[in-house]
């Protein structure tokens, strides 16, 4: 009984409402082969892409914000985002191709990702692959969503990034401050979090912590 209880009371993933009059972000249309590279984003874009509901309707693109710190005589620190139009290269390997191109393996490098969503089994097996030829990269990857968990292979996926050395944490209140503040243009107005945002946050952790547990 107990166990019954603590079940119920368990935080749960909040759905998006979908009624008429719901803020609905209708982005420009990119073309089905474009990777956008930028410093910052158009706020509509973060609260619209980066909303941890259950159900990700109409968003088909994962956003990726980064931060790259060069470790050697001097700390050098990257920071920007990358966005896909999941028809073409995602948005975790366009960053290796198109933003982290060069990879000094007398240098250590601390990188640190903020998602909309969490990598594909495809993606996964790419992010793993590069980092067991890069011991000196370490990545962690903060997530708003956790995409289609329920899949075996998606959890296999994060799995194999956990055992391959990479962070896995769920974005809470203090990660979308700090990307509002760093990826967002947001013309001096402060971050404005939506009621469920700490239910969510919770409900992905449990969810991603019982995966991971299971490795």
């Known amino acids: 009984m107990a166990d019954k209880k603590a079940e119920e009371a368990a935080p749960q993933v909040v759905k998006e409402e979908t009624a008429e009059g719901n803020e609905n972000i209708e982005e420009a249309d990119l073309g089905p082969f474009v990777i956008v590279i930028g ?25 990726l914000c980064y931060s790259v710190e060069e470790q050697g005589a001097e700390c050098q620190k990257t920071e920007g985002y990358v966005e896909d139009e999941h028809t073409t290269t995602h ?79 769920i974005m809470k209140a203090p990660e979308y401050n700090y990307c509002w503040n760093t990826y967002v243009e947001n013309e001096g107005e402060t971050f404005a979090p939506w009621e469920d945002l700490p239910t969510s946050s919770l409900a992905y952790e449990g969810i991603l912590n019982d995966i991971l547990q299971h490795a």
């Open 39 to 63: 410093q910052q984003m158009p706020s509509p874009f973060f609260k619209f892409q980066f909303k941890n509901v259950e159900y990700s309707s109409g968003r088909n693109k994962t956003f």
């Open 91 to 169: 948005a975790e390997e366009a960053f290796f191709t198109d933003v982290f191109k060069e990879c000094d393996g007398k240098l250590k490098y601390s990188i640190i990702w903020y998602v909309s969503s969490s990598p594909c089994a495809a993606c996964a097996s790419k992010i793993v692959e590069y980092l067991k030829k890069s011991p000196n990269v370490s990545l962690t990857i903060f997530m708003a969503r956790l995409f289609m968990w329920e899949e075996p292979e998606i959890q296999q996926g994060l799995k194999l990034l956990k055992a391959a050395g990479c962070r896995l944490r």
